[in-house]
């Protein structure tokens, strides 16, 4: 389906041809790993359920977010977000409790997401919107659904309703923390549900991919979407600050033209949604320029998710566009303040 616009739209040809790329790649997932090692150990599952809502509305801003543990494994972006998380009941079994979090004062939040312990020292950006976001969050369950995540889904087991109370609507309605009308970490979370076996809608249908910064990147670098409007391309190839309905403008494009790729390709949207994310954090990363022919393998997470063995160069370079034409490689995602990726 080609999203009507003049100043961006869908590219079905070329939206087609990268799930033909796809395909010919013959990639499975090895497991899903960011989502496998996030969980801390014996959650149960009604556990697993409150861990991974309260968490996925936290997985915005983790730009330039590193780090090197003591025994040195390097952890950036969500990795380092879920090692912390992960690892926030072991000075307090209830963290991830709607009663715990409502309640919980702002040291004990900070002193979770610091890799010492320091409450001085968190690791995340914006600590007083994600702690704003999940005392909300624990608030919100506790007067309406008990506290309990499994109560919500038990409540809303479908995504989409006619009279407006489907799982999307009254989620991104009912908390501020999952007030994106394009519902990215929403989906992030229900693919989470999904990959680890605990919970699926009965309309999966209605899953779309989450479309975050990695996934805009690579949409327009490698051409299932066309910049018509010379101005917006200009501002997204220099990072200049960008409007909100252009950004919404962007992210609807660029999540019908995924569409299109999924349907036509006949691929599991999370499927999709790790390549792309993977491509992007690594191959084709926003802080280095594009590993469209040369690759020095460092800092990899492509070749151990899908058990690549890689020749060096971007895996969707045949197919890209931007791997031979600098007027699509120059482009990034949007420069946009946001908590919804």
Not at 6 to 29: C, F, H, T, Y
Not at 248 to 275: G, K, T
């Amino acid at each position: 389906m080609n999203h009507p616009s003049d100043r961006i739209a869908v590219n079905p040809a070329q939206a087609q041809r990268m799930g033909q790329r796809l395909l010919e790649l013959g990639w499975k997932s090895a497991g899903y790993e960011t989502i496998n090692d996030a969980l801390p150990a014996g959650a149960s599952d009604s556990a697993a359920l409150d861990y991974f809502f309260y968490t996925s509305m936290l997985l915005f801003d983790f730009k330039n977010i590193e780090t090197t543990l003591p025994d040195g494994t390097y952890l950036k972006g969500t990795n380092l977000f879920f090692h912390l998380a992960r690892h926030a009941p072991d000075t307090r079994p209830d963290f991830w409790t709607a009663s715990a979090l409502a309640a919980m004062p702002d040291e004990d939040f900070l002193r979770a997401f610091s890799l010492d312990g320091d409450p001085a020292r968190p690791a995340l950006s914006r600590m007083d919107e994600r702690i704003r976001l999940l005392r909300d969050a624990a608030r919100v369950l506790l007067t309406h659904w008990g506290g309990s995540v499994s109560r919500l889904l038990l409540k809303h087991p479908r995504l989409r309703e006619a009279n407006g109370l489907g799982l999307l609507d009254v989620v991104q309605r009912s908390f501020q923390g999952y007030d994106d009308p394009l519902y990215k970490k929403l989906f992030v979370f229900l693919k989470a549900l999904d990959v680890t076996g605990r919970w699926r809608p009965l309309d999966p249908e209605n899953v779309q991919i989450p479309v975050d910064y990695h996934v805009i990147r690579l949409a327009l670098r490698n051409g299932i979407v066309t910049v018509h409007d010379p101005a917006l391309a200009e501002m997204l190839r220099q990072g200049a600050d960008c409007p909100p309905a252009d950004e919404q403008l962007l992210r609807q494009v660029i999540m019908a033209a995924y569409d299109e790729m999924i349907r036509s390709a006949e691929l599991s949207v999370y499927f999709v949604d790790e390549v792309f994310w993977l491509v992007g954090r690594s191959c084709c990363h926003y802080a280095r320029a594009p590993r469209c022919a040369a690759c020095d393998f460092t800092d990899c997470t492509v070749q151990p998710a899908f058990a690549y063995t890689c020749p060096g160069r971007c895996p969707l370079a045949t197919t890209c566009l931007g791997a031979s034409d600098e007027a699509f490689r120059s482009l990034r995602e949007p420069n946009i303040v946001t908590t919804y990726y």
